[in-house]
């Protein structure tokens, strides 16, 4: 994970080393995604994907977005858990307990981790080559790192 500056916003890269060129001189993942998620507060996570965000994998592309966001608060695990307790506690079943605590909720890893509010788009050219920019940035450093 790395972040970087692009017009006043500060963007998280969520897997900066797959934006990485391969031996062919092509990008290893073609298409960068915007993942944006908060519940008080929003972060802006790049994620290279090798499809764009309307044909991509959500399910992994998100995982991939929120690994890179350890303890920020985006997890509304503990909310949807109370919800399911309070609607069992007025007497609903447990379909409707579960339906009631899943409104407004998009499960993440089969359901083990919950987020209540986030987007998903593609971007501007323009931020995209700033990200790609700043990944080249990151594997170079790493690479001096490695070669000493």
Same mark, same amino acid.
């Given at each position: 994970?790395? @972040?970087?500056?692009? $017009?006043? %916003?500060?963007?998280?890269? /969520?897997?900066?080393? #797959?934006?990485?060129? #391969? ?26 994907? $090798? %499809? @764009? ?13 929120? #690994?890179?966001?350890? #303890?920020?608060?985006?997890?509304? @695990? ?15 079943? %447990?379909?409707?307990?579960?339906? /009631?605590? %899943? ?13 209540? $509010? ?31």
């Amino acid at each position: 994970m790395s @972040s970087f500056e692009f $017009e006043g %916003q500060t963007y998280i890269v /969520a897997n900066p080393y #797959d934006s990485d060129n #391969d031996m062919g001189g092509r990008p290893r993942y073609l298409h960068a995604v915007l993942i944006t998620v908060g519940i008080y507060a929003w972060d802006n996570i790049i994620v290279f994907t $090798e %499809q @764009s965000c309307d044909m991509c994998d959500l399910d992994s592309t998100l995982e991939t977005a929120l #690994d890179a966001l350890p #303890d920020k608060g985006w997890d509304c @695990s503990d909310q949807v858990n109370e919800a399911y307790e309070e609607a069992i506690a007025e007497g609903k079943t %447990q379909e409707e307990a579960w339906n /009631a605590s %899943q409104e407004d909720v998009t499960p993440i890893n089969g359901g083990s981790h919950y987020i209540a $509010e986030w987007g998903c788009g593609g971007i501007s050219k323009e931020l995209e080559a700033a990200a790609r920019k700043h990944c080249k940035e990151v594997v170079d450093d790493m690479c001096d790192l490695l070669n000493g």
